[in-house]
């Protein structure tokens, strides 16, 4: 009986055993690429980590580059994203509840379902791969249930197991909807509300979840250019005039990233950034003066604000709550002087109220618009998640329109599209003392060239239409 090999070491490719073929067995290589893979989603389930932040250092500490990074980031992202699925498929395959098999267990057999049904690696060496990964990871005892379990998987293709384990649509619509496109119900359902229209939308943004973004830059006026990025390789932008694409490569290998004059932004994010920017303000003697970030952690919309600002002269105060992310948006925005960043919680405000021109509110959120950029969070979120949120979103904008001089404007952002996040805590706020006098403005007209935008007048951007995350913008004005 042969052994398994691992995929791209056989015994009989060039270079291996130069003529003089060996009889003895040898063993396999171990396999760097799946070993990486089973590490970080050991630190994901664990540790609570996130592969996205695990993954890299990983790579750089065991010096894997090429086509090992390339396959390990793909099984990392791939099993983690598709994992709904994947259980709903190995639930049919062990003869246990899925729930009772060991975790480490778990995560090999995912990452050897991810290999047999979403990936073009052939099913032999996808299941003596991972079987190999379990006899280093689990012992030969478990390896052996790993096998078996994988030969199961392997009788069938992804479509012929969604026919077989997604309920029927007519009869349990998000039931269906969450094992195929690999979203937890509730999300299938919020995502839903928030979308509205029927099967069609729905299936596009859940599909559009699963595919990871590409790398978007963003050139920061006065500071870079487009085609600076450019020459470096980048493609231009889908609707920001400010945005670049990277088809590959690193994007700190870029001198302008790497010197903070570029950064690496979604479009959504600039798109945001730019309206709030762009938005009609009542005129002040001497001009505006001074702009306020009042979550600005990690600086992303900051590091862009500040250069639109310093070209108008303009000073930004960014707060924000946490010592070490506010140290990032120091490092996004300190390169001049004229702007501030405070470590502060941004509810209680140390500054005169009325006095700013232009307010970001961009608030903690359940991030349920940027599945796809973090893997593993739409496990992670918990529908209570969403609730105790609320109250720190509806102060955060109170004290946002507190901020805000008469005729100044307040952008109220989340990169979240669910209701409760979005127009509920927008018209409740509204509705309460601190929404006096102030009005929404017809954010529409401040995405120049952005196709599907809605009945207004706030924006909700989606991946599948835009490409972007799923940022929401209400745009309030003070008008007394
Ligand atoms: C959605 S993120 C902001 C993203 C940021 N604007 C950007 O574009 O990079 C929300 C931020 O608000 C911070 N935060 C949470 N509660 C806060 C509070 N009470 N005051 C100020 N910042 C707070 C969080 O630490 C987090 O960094």
Known sequence: MTRPVTPGRSPRSPGGSGGKASRTYRRP????????????????????????????????DRRMTGRDAALATELVHGTLRRQGTYDAILDR???????EVDPPVLDVLCLGAHQLLSTRIPTHAAVSATVELARGVLGDGRAK???????????????????????????DAEGHLSVVHSHPRWVVGALWDALGG??????????????????????????????????AGAEPGRWSPLAAVLPEGDPGAIAAVRDGRAGVQDEGSQLVAQALAE????????????????????GGKAGLLAAIATQRDVSLLAVERRHHRARLVRNAIGWNTNHQVVTADGT???????VFDRVIADVPCSGLGALRRRPESRWR????????????????????????????????????????????????????????GFELVDARELFPGVTDLGAGPDVQLWPHLHGTDAMYLALLRRTV
């Open 348 to 354: 209680q405000p140390a500054w005169e109220p009325g």
């Open 29 to 60: 290589k171990p396999d760097a690429a799946r070993r990486a893979a089973f590490d970080v989603l050991r630190a994901v389930d664990e540790r609570d980590a996130y592969a996205n932040l695990v993954l890299p250092g990983l790579l750089r």
């Open 145 to 171: 249930f790993v096998n078996a379990v994988l030969r199961k998987v392997s009788a069938r293709d992804l479509g012929e197991w969604l026919d077989e384990v997604a309920p029927p649509y007519d009869e």
């Open 381 to 436: 979120r918990r529908p209570e998640d969403i609730a105790e949120l609320g109250p720190l979103q509806r102060q955060l904008l109170g004290t946002a329109l507190g901020a805000v001089r008469p005729g100044g404007v307040v952008a109220y952002v989340t990169c979240s599209p669910h209701k409760a996040e979005t127009r509920a805590v927008v018209d409740d706020v509204l509705a309460t003392e601190a929404g006096e």
């Open 279 to 298: 938005a009609p303000v009542a005129p002040v003697d001497g001009g505006e003066r001074r702009w306020l970030d009042l979550c600005a952690g990690p």
């Open 93 to 99: 395959c062990v003869d246990r509840p899925i729930g």
């Open 198 to 231: 029927g099967r069609e939308g729905i299936e596009a943004l859940l599909a559009a979840d699963n595919e990871p973004p590409a790398v978007t830059l963003v050139a920061r006026p006065g500071r870079s250019t487009l085609d600076e990025l450019y020459a």
